[in-house]
């Protein structure tokens, strides 16, 4: 079945360093790659996308590369800043099978310190 | 509004008792799916509706959980004979169509807490 590995958290960085987070997935088919933000006490947010190998998804300066040779989706951002501080989370749909349904990655903690 | 509406916000309840999860979908979005978020199993899959049909159930943990969608929109998940185990924070998310490529969009949840 369908599965996403993310890199062991929590991380912990200074205001603007360089933020990579790893995100390596199995699929069936030819899936969907999401990457969702939690900020504290906030729902869950799409943060960027991408839907067929070589895509790039961005958005608030974050990055991400859909990769079909090395199965990853690694998050990145140049200079992160301290509202950046959430729980991300890796996930993949895609249409093989009954549904779309997402399968998601455990999730990493990122704070960031001024 | 605008985004996925739950409702209550936050649920506490005796074990033994019944409880039902409301959500409000994006207005035309005709797929509408359930996870559960909790600690230890992170972010799971419950159940999944296009339109008013439930095609794929096969996330729901035990026959004490079961859900409705009517009129294409609200739908609830009730949960019947409430375990501790079913503590958790309990997602709605909608999207346009249900294809793999639209993003899912996620209310605020509901926090169950079974006492």
């Known amino acids: 079945g369908d599965s996403v590995t993310q890199m062991e958290g929590p991380v912990t960085l200074s205001e603007e360093a360089f933020l990579t987070i790893n995100c390596t997935y199995t699929a069936t088919g030819y899936p969907s790659l999401f990457w969702y933000v939690q900020y504290p006490g906030e729902g869950l947010q799409l943060l960027l996308k991408a839907t067929k190998a070589d895509d790039k998804g961005s958005n608030k300066g974050f990055e991400a590369t859909y990769r079909k040779e090395t199965t990853s989706f690694h998050l990145e951002k140049g200079s992160v800043q301290v509202s950046d501080s959430a729980v991300y989370f890796c996930a993949l749909s895609d249409d093989t099978g009954a549904n779309s349904k997402l399968t998601f990655g455990k999730g990493i903690t990122l704070s960031v310190r001024p | 509004g605008a985004g996925v509406s739950q409702s209550p916000s936050n649920k506490v309840t005796e074990k033994g008792k019944d409880v039902e999860l409301r959500c409000d979908p994006i207005?035309?979005?005709?797929?509408l799916y359930w996870y559960r978020q909790s600690l230890g199993q992170g972010l799971e899959f419950l159940i999944y509706?296009?339109?008013?049909?439930?095609?794929?159930k096969s996330g729901l943990p035990s026959d004490r959980f079961s859900a409705e969608r009517t009129g294409g929109s609200v739908s609830t998940l009730t949960i019947q004979r409430t375990q501790q185990e079913d503590s958790a924070v309990y997602l709605c998310a909608s999207s346009l169509g249900g294809w793999s490529n639209q993003p899912q969009h996620f209310g605020d949840g509901t926090r169950l807490s079974i006492l």
């Open positions: 207005s035309g979005h005709t797929a």
């Open positions: 509706f296009q339109g008013n049909s439930a095609p794929d």
